[in-house]
């Protein structure tokens, strides 16, 4: 089949990053890809049209505090995507701020105090009126997911780079912490002193995908909810 289709053709476009999950998806009939968007001109005879490609799911590019809103846009020059801007506008309406500007920002999240990304390089962090911008700690390529909890920010490593890896660096600074190794991890999100996340399991008798909890304090792991393959 691979000879003939080479991957799927997502209705949204975007790229897909790396083989692994079409070849998987092939092979068992299960399988997840990491889909980037992209940009092109198409011309019809008329004025050429800048068509931007996102991928089907938008996780992480929004995040809205009590006062503010943050989300993540495409920066273009001409008709070429140039680079990733975190911004910031008052939640009532009002004038849009730029927060930072970078090659690429996977994620935002936020706390009472602060707005929280990562790059392809670290976990950043910023006050609310887009202040001084400080890097926190490392991250080693793409981040799959991130959130914040009372004393870390929690990210998913690429699935390319560091499959089913959950780690953590501190809101003051310091080195990275692997927090929890799985298989394949997707989704985050931390609530009342507990991390939650999606793991996606490929073995023939195990569950395709289940809600997984870890304590922050303790790192106690539960499986809150076994879901249901459609």
Known sequence: LMQFMKGP????????????GIIEGDDSGRGRVTVRGGVRTEESGGPPTLV??????????????????????????GDMLTDDEIWSMPKAGGVRSSIAIDKHIYGVTHDATNVYWASMTSVMKSSHDGGAVGALGPTTGMVEALAVGASHVYYVGSDHQEPGTLWRVPISGGPRELFYQGE???????????VYTLEWT????????????????????DDIQTMIEM
């Open 9 to 20: 053709d997502f209705p949204t476009g975007g790229v897909i990053l790396g083989r692994r």
């Open 52 to 77: 931007a490609e996102r991928s089907g799911e938008l996780a992480g590019g929004l995040s809205v505090a009590p006062d503010r809103i943050f989300a993540i846009s495409l920066r273009f020059s």
């Open 184 to 194: 394949r991890l997707s989704q985050l999100a931390v609530a009342a002193g507990l």
């Open 202 to 221: 490929s073995g023939i008798n195990t569950p395709p995908e289940r809600l997984v909890t870890i304590d922050e304090a303790t790192r106690a792991c």
